[in-house]
């Protein structure tokens, strides 16, 4: 009788429990609750406190200003303490701050402030700690796993829509912050304290599920540039011009995607529905591109993305109404999809992980700089011409430059591995960046 041979089933790797933490802590992000979800808050805002569109997108401004101001901050903490110490604090003043919203806000300046707490206060709640931990856990399926993450934030645009419109249609608007608020504080912050660790080495594996043990799990964590030397580098200004006027007409777009619509004589709730047709493409174009840069040189997968929202962008100018509005919705969607996936991605192929946290800070700073002026921005034109046509125009032109400037972005640089210094000296500078492979 033949022995029977019994095989021990493998069991998953670690990394992918701590891509699905993320996805739910990155789906209730401050920038899916707090920026995007305002769009759907505008109108009901506006009836009850007499404030136009320009004065409420200004909070969209305060909390891209103050968190463009305090991600630096945040990136060196996570770089220091970790990840999970950073981020359980940063999610939790979140959800306080939100369910503050309904209880006090009377006043404009009180909505400013809460959204300026949100943005400093909740800067470690973004993206930011959650690429550091999975660019630690990935190395060779680091686009799919940063893919697979941000889809959460993509998941957020899908269901925070209809979720929102149904809860203020419901029972008004102060309920539907104080779902969003139950979700951050309930869900978000318990699940990513439970599950996250910040290196594979806590639980002696390697990136890309190898078994390691000591100073072995972390040799991807030593290499990379300074801070300083990557300021220097060309393509890193490259990088945040391109970041800037990508974020500037997107995320400018966005919070005014249902008022636009509605103004079209659309009603809410399909407006709602155009809104949440850019969330699931999100979903889709994160997952893509993440398996698509891990194959293929990633700014040109970057070209075909960012030429989608260029075109999108037009077609809202034409006529953001009826079949043409969820066209327009999917092609957007698909450069939002793109474009912090590979900022993330961009970052760590560039630049490495030994000071990833300080030096994506920065480069983050770039998408929110053009996050603030963006939605004002809109807002403005609306008021000064009584539509949108004017800065779509312009924004549609923004996004072609962009396309531009990522056409001429150099090939990955080897990154230098940081060796421990003797005591006593003063390690040297760093080759520089910009050399090709």
Known sequence: MAQEITRKPRRLFYG??????????????PSQFAFAALGLFIVPLGDEFGWNRAQISLALTCFTVSLAICLPLAGRLVDRFGSRRVLVPSILVCGFCLAAIPMVVSSLWHLLLVFTLIGSLGAGANNLPYMRTIAAWFDRRRGLAIGLAMAGAGFSFAYVPPLVQTMIDALGWRSAYLTLAAITVCVAAPLVALVFRDTPAEMGL??????????EASVEDA???????????????????????LSFSLYGLLPHFVPMLTDQGMPAAQAALAASTVGITVIVARVAIGYLIDRFFAPRVA????LASAAGIGLLAVNPSGGTAFLAAILVGLSIGAEIDLLAYLTTRYFGLRNFGAVYGLMFAALLVGTS??????????ELTGSYVSIL????????AALVIVALLPRYPELPEAAPAPSGTVIGPLPTIERST
């Open 16 to 29: 992918w429990w701590i891509v699905a933490a993320a996805m739910v802590g990155l789906s209730a992000a």
């Open 393 to 400: 125009l312009a924004c549609a032109g923004l996004n072609m």
């Open 303 to 306: 070209l075909l993305f960012f």
């Open 373 to 382: 002026a963006g939605p004002v921005s809109f807002g403005v034109g609306y």
């Open 223 to 245: 290499s990379g540039f300074g801070v300083a030397e990557s300021l220097r580098s060309r393509t890193f200004w490259m990088l945040w011009a391109v970041f800037c006027l």
């Open 206 to 215: 390697t990136a890309d599920d190898a078994q390691a043990h000591g100073a």
